[in-house]
């Protein structure tokens, strides 16, 4: 067994392991609207791999969330590294936990909401958060931490559903000549569901729900004792296949996302996959 397969192995058996259904219905990459309503609780476990030229990293984060109103709702999750090798860059990963060893609070406000036919909606959320590094030192630099918020528009009916979204996160380094910094990271992502008509019924019925999403990274130079690192930072695309199933309280999403654009600084590993299974349970 190739040490990929063992890797995808492990992400199919945490799914296996796990209460199941996704992150308060919506795709597994990109970003997007949905929030719990008013004092939901819902658990998420999500297992993720990367292949980044011959090294693979697997981690898993289980993330706390609550629904203080229909549209306001607060999470937390932590990181539980299963094997993440040294000084492969950390990335954003999931739509709402990053792929790396950072502790993470989010607040999320769904600011707007319109209903344009019956079972159809527009509307926009936004989300601020907090990241406080878990190690002390990533790829090669001290840590420090950090800020990001991110905003997502969309439509979302009972077949179609579409959403784009940005994010923005910077660590909170120190300044000066002998200052180490993470490079800052934007996002950005466009998401297009599908559900198709023999799962357009309630419950009992299962819910299934096919999308494409298309997640953009444009990540700065990290910084080591105030000199910018060459082979760090670039602009990567990445576009797969995902699905959403959801049955009472549980559900499952994730898929595979596979680069379809790179543009790296200096001499870098390229990133040949990245595998996401997300498993929730609400009450």
């Not at 997007?32 to 297992?47: E, K, N, Q, Y």
């Not at 950005?188 to 096919?210: A, C, E, K, N």
């Not at 499952?252 to 870098?268: A, H, K, R």
Request: proline share 7%; glycine share 12%; net charge positive.
């Amino acid at each position: 067994m190739t040490r990929r397969t063992r890797s995808a192995t492990v992400i199919l058996m945490a799914a296996a392991c796990t209460p199941a259904a996704a992150q308060g219905h919506g795709p597994a990459y990109g970003l997007s609207t949905p929030t719990l309503g008013r004092g939901g609780w819902s658990l998420d476990v999500a297992a993720m791999s990367r292949f980044v030229g011959d090294r693979e990293a697997v981690m898993m984060r289980p993330m706390v969330s609550y629904g203080f109103t229909e549209d306001i709702q607060i999470s937390a999750s932590l990181p539980m590294p299963l094997y993440v090798p040294q000084g492969l860059r950390p990335t954003h990963g999931m739509s709402r936990m990053p792929a790396n060893q950072d502790v993470e609070i989010l607040l999320g406000w769904r600011f707007h909401r319109t209903g344009t036919a019956v079972g159809s909606r527009l509307e926009s959320t936004t989300y601020v958060g907090f990241d406080y590094p878990a190690d002390d030192v990533r790829a090669g630099a001290r840590t420090s931490p950090g800020l990001y918020a991110s905003l997502a528009t969309g439509f979302a009916s009972r077949t179609i559903y579409a959403w784009l979204g940005g994010l923005y996160r910077r660590y909170m380094s120190p300044v000066g000549d002998a200052a180490d910094h993470l490079g800052d990271v934007a996002m950005y992502s466009m998401v297009i569901g599908y559900r198709p008509p023999p799962f357009q019924h309630d419950y009992p019925r299962p819910d299934w729900r096919l999308f494409v999403e298309a997640v953009g990274e444009v990540a700065g130079r990290d910084i080591i004792a105030g000199v910018d690192q060459v082979n760090t930072g670039g602009r990567q695309i990445f576009v797969g296949p995902t699905l959403l199933g959801l049955y009472g309280s549980w559900g499952i999403s994730g898929g595979p996302v596979f680069p379809v654009y790179g543009s790296l600084n200096g001499i870098q590993p390229k990133e040949r996959l990245r595998l996401v299974v997300n498993t929730t349970f609400w009450y």
